[in-house]
């Protein structure tokens, strides 16, 4: 009897957990909706508290879910992968299928002896610092901050990115070609104001923070970035082989 009563328990969660994805998949739950409570998903499917604790946490585990304390339960946000398969991170998300964007939000000219150190230029260099905000499927995702030192790229110039929309593309433009990126993956906490209100996050937010820096093909640095990912949005898959 105990035998039955566990595969039959099984199934109905397993039920529940194929209803919500199906849902999910043919769009009549989207990104941010809100799930039934427990008590009308016990009262729906005729099961126990139990059963759909279960069901919840495994679609939860898996990146489907995700659970709000003194909130509820609500479909999760689609993960960009990073499957660091190209330098352009815009181009793997089309791949993804995402409608991409970006707001520019600054380009000025400024010194920075710590970044001009890692550019390989004086640290009096005058360098060129683009800021922008990308976006994916209406909402923001990253903020990115590139320097590239003036005597590569001026501020005249860089403004052509208003225009073209892809900062590589811009660099393009002038013949400027990246070949191989050297990146670093950490967490760090955002506190910059203006940083949060671009991303729309709240102050303190813990984000993906990536340092790249960048060659032509002469392994020749060309640009030094920082980017602060959104942790909902963003992943990184890396494949390895013996």
């Given at each position: 009897?105990?035998?039955?009563?566990?595969?039959?328990?099984?199934?109905?969660?397993?039920?529940?957990?194929?209803?919500?994805?199906?849902?999910?998949?043919?769009?009549?739950?989207?990104?941010?909706?809100?799930?039934?409570?427990?008590?009308?998903?016990k009262?729906?499917?005729g099961?126990?508290?139990i059963?759909?604790?279960?069901?919840?946490?495994?679609?939860?585990?898996?990146?489907y879910?995700?659970?709000?304390?003194?909130?509820?339960?609500?479909?999760?946000?689609?993960?960009?992968?990073?499957?660091?398969?190209?330098?352009?991170?815009?181009?793997?998300?089309?791949?993804q299928?995402?409608?991409?964007?970006?707001?520019?939000?600054?380009?000025?000219?400024?010194?920075?002896?710590?970044?001009?150190?890692?550019?390989?230029?004086?640290?009096?260099?005058?360098?060129?610092?683009?800021?922008?905000?990308?976006i994916?499927?209406g909402e923001?995702?990253?903020?990115?901050?590139?320097?590239?030192?003036?005597?590569?790229?001026?501020?005249?110039?860089?403004?052509?990115?208003?225009?073209?929309?892809?900062?590589?593309?811009?660099?393009?433009?002038?013949?400027?070609?990246?070949?191989?990126?050297?990146?670093?993956?950490?967490v760090?906490?955002?506190?910059?104001?203006?940083?949060?209100?671009?991303?729309?996050?709240?102050?303190?937010?813990?984000?993906?923070?990536?340092?790249?820096?960048?060659?032509?093909?002469?392994?020749?640095?060309?640009?030094?970035?920082?980017?602060?990912?959104?942790?909902?949005?963003?992943?990184?898959?890396?494949?390895?082989?013996?």
């Open positions: 009897m105990s035998g039955d009563a566990s595969r039959g328990q099984v199934a109905k969660y397993v039920r529940i957990e194929s209803d919500i994805l199906s849902a999910i998949k043919e769009g009549r739950l989207r990104p941010g909706d809100k799930l039934p409570g427990q008590s009308e998903m009262r729906r499917y099961v126990s508290a059963t759909v604790r279960k069901a919840f946490a495994d679609l939860i585990n898996d990146g879910l995700v659970g709000v304390k003194g909130s509820g339960t609500y479909v999760a946000k689609r993960q960009m992968i990073r499957a660091l398969t190209s330098i352009s991170f815009s181009e793997e998300l089309r791949e299928g995402y409608d991409l964007g970006m707001v520019v939000d600054s380009i000025v000219s400024e010194s920075n002896a710590a970044v001009s150190r890692r550019l390989g230029v004086d640290e009096r260099s005058v360098l060129t610092r683009v800021a922008r905000t990308r994916a499927n923001p995702v990253a903020y990115h901050v590139s320097y590239v030192p003036e005597s590569l790229l001026s501020v005249e110039r860089a403004g052509a990115l208003y225009e073209i929309g892809s900062f590589y593309k811009t660099l393009a433009r002038y013949d400027i070609y990246p070949r191989w990126v050297n990146e670093n993956y950490t760090r906490v955002v506190e910059d104001a203006h940083i949060c209100a671009a991303l729309n996050v709240a102050p303190g937010y813990p984000s993906f923070f990536v340092r790249r820096t960048t060659f032509d093909e002469d392994n020749n640095v060309i640009e030094y970035a920082e980017s602060y990912f959104n942790k909902d949005w963003y992943s990184v898959t890396v494949n390895i082989r013996a």
